[in-house]
């Protein structure tokens, strides 16, 4: 059996680059982007520099994808940008980046990545939603919509790319300690934790046991399911 | 003239690559072989040769196919696919003169 082939967007920092070292680890072909140059590198990992909400970078990747390897077992959507603002103080500029990488990127990923699965009629795709969409998080009015939007593009592309032997499934962490939630105020955290069943910051290990169990290739029957983490939803 | 003349072999070359695709997708689906395939043969819509789920395939194994014989990513997804008179996937013909015109953007 050959090594899966995984990608992963926005494998940067934070819970990319523990994904992308994980599965290198677990002896994955890795191919990771973001909009900068890491400053890591890791034998079996690759890296390509892309926007993710740029289709035609994404139609590069997954071409260079079938180029080198042929096949693509693993796609883990990653990339994402929040954003804490009461949405009266939110300009639609703002709105607009944050669909734009959240959802956009996430849409055009999960269609070049299936384009190639499906030549193989076998596929995990993981995309990442957060705990913020159940519990309606006020103050994060956008990046709130932009992941409930993932959770609903998880849910019919599951049905669509059924037929490939590919499943569709999402990811709702709860916070982990990353520059994502870097600069919002304690007290907001705490506060935060204090709804969740098991009120405690979320590790990366958490993240990557949930990603681990989608990408088995035993959960081929487990398909537009959304597993949040730590006891919300 | 010469970059005209290199534009209409592109398209003639087009042709060919996506009937042969059209060849592979009808083998691929089961469905049986018409008559010689002309560029004007309605591939979606009626009359057309193929339902959705087909011309997805069709489309998806034409980019690669394009992608293999012209060195060029392209995606062939158009807002107008489902348009019975105006989508890009209506006939041979006009899928050839669509992806003629993603090929040269990407150059």
Redesign the interface.
């Known amino acids: 059996m050959p090594s899966p082939v995984t990608l992963i967007t926005g494998t940067r920092k934070g819970i990319g680059r523990s994904l992308a070292e994980r599965y290198v680890g677990l002896g994955h072909a890795v191919i990771g982007c973001s909009r900068s140059e890491p400053e890591w590198t890791l034998d079996g990992y690759t890296h390509q520099i892309a926007d993710v909400a740029d289709?035609?970078a994404a139609?590069?990747i997954?071409?260079s994808i079938?180029k080198a390897h042929g096949r693509l077992d693993n796609l883990i959507n990653n990339a994402g940008i929040a954003m804490m603002n009461h949405s009266l103080l939110t300009p639609a500029s703002a709105v607009r980046d944050v669909l734009e990488t959240n959802v956009l990127g996430t849409f055009v990923f999960c269609?070049?990545a299936a384009?190639l699965m499906?030549k193989n009629s076998f596929g995990r795709i993981v995309n990442f939603s957060t705990v913020a969409v159940p519990m309606r998080l006020e103050g994060e009015a956008a990046y709130v919509a932009s992941k409930a939007a993932v959770v609903s593009l998880t849910q019919v592309l599951a049905r669509e790319f059924a037929?490939y032997g590919i499943t569709v499934n999402a990811v709702g962490p709860t916070p982990v300690q990353t520059d994502l939630i870097g600069a919002v105020p304690a007290e907001k955290i705490d506060a935060l934790l204090a709804r969740q069943a098991i009120g405690r910051l979320g590790t990366l290990d958490d993240v990557a046991n949930a990603v681990d169990f989608f990408i088995r290739p035993e959960s081929g029957f487990i398909t537009g399911q959304v597993l949040y983490l730590g006891g919300v939803g | 003239m010469s970059d005209q003349r290199n534009e209409a072999q592109e398209i003639v070359g087009l042709n060919e690559l996506i009937i042969e695709c059209v060849n592979d997708v009808r083998e691929q689906n089961d469905i049986a072989p018409g008559a010689d395939i002309s560029p004007d043969a309605r591939l979606f819509g009626r009359e057309g040769m193929f339902e959705s789920l087909a011309l997805v395939n069709l489309i998806t194994s034409l980019e690669e196919a394009i992608e293999d014989k012209f060195d060029v990513a392209i995606s062939l997804a158009d807002e107008r696919a489902m348009s019975q008179n105006r989508s890009p996937y209506r006939t041979i013909a006009a899928l050839a003169e669509y992806a003629a015109e993603l090929i040269a953007e990407q150059r």
């Open positions: 289709e035609k139609r590069k997954v071409s079938r269609r070049e384009k499906k037929e």
